[in-house]
């Protein structure tokens, strides 16, 4: 029953999200416009929790790093957009880092922390761009720490849903489990990019 529980869990940010548009910053607040941003795109919410699983599988200081790097490039990338810095290939970008990041999961790629570190945060620099390029009316200051702390929760699902797997499947079979996880990432990233 835990195992079926555990896969359930896991399999949740595949299910189909429901159409909705974003929050209105002018009867919502600049910080819950923020906070929601993320939660609306299938694509941010498959990357972020894919750095989550790959920092589960790295362990150690990747746990907080690793998500951490993501978070500080998103709101260099963020700044970026406001300053008018213009960033080439944004969608495509972010539609690569989730079958990139499921795919380091997927095969468990034993990188250094630094280098882990630096590849999660090249490609949130355009996921923090796409979040400056549909600010619209909302304060930038506010709805900056509003994704930067629904980014940072959907990193610790991700880091949750891996430390999970391996308390409660085993260390060997948990490993598969987010292996498998990072798998389905990478499949959900391809099948967003065709039109999915």
Do not use: C, Q, Y
Not at 72 to 99: D, H, Y
């Amino acid at each position: 029953m835990k195992r079926l529980l555990l896969l359930s869990l896991a399999l949740l940010p595949m299910a189909p999200l429901p159409a909705a548009a974003h929050l209105n910053p002018a009867e919502h607040g600049s910080f819950a416009a923020g906070f929601s941003h993320p939660f609306f795109g299938p694509d941010h919410i498959f990357a972020m929790v894919a750095v989550g699983l790959w920092a589960a599988l790295l362990g150690g200081r990747a746990l907080w790093a690793v998500p951490a790097s993501f978070v500080g490039a998103m709101l260099i990338g963020f700044a970026a957009a406001l300053g008018g810095i213009p960033l080439p290939f944004v969608e495509p970008a972010i539609l690569a880092s989730v079958v990139a990041v499921g795919l380091l999961a997927l095969t468990a790629v034993r990188a250094p922390v630094p280098v882990a570190a630096l590849i999660v945060g090249a490609f949130a620099l355009f996921h923090g761009h796409a979040h400056g390029g549909e600010l619209g009316e909302a304060g930038a200051g506010s709805f900056a720490l509003g994704f930067a702390l629904a980014t940072a929760l959907l990193h610790g699902a991700g880091v949750a849903f891996g430390l999970g797997f391996a308390r409660f499947l085993g260390s060997e079979f948990g490993r598969g489990a987010i292996r498998a996880a990072g798998g389905l990432t990478a499949l959900a990233g391809l099948w967003l990019a065709v039109g999915g």
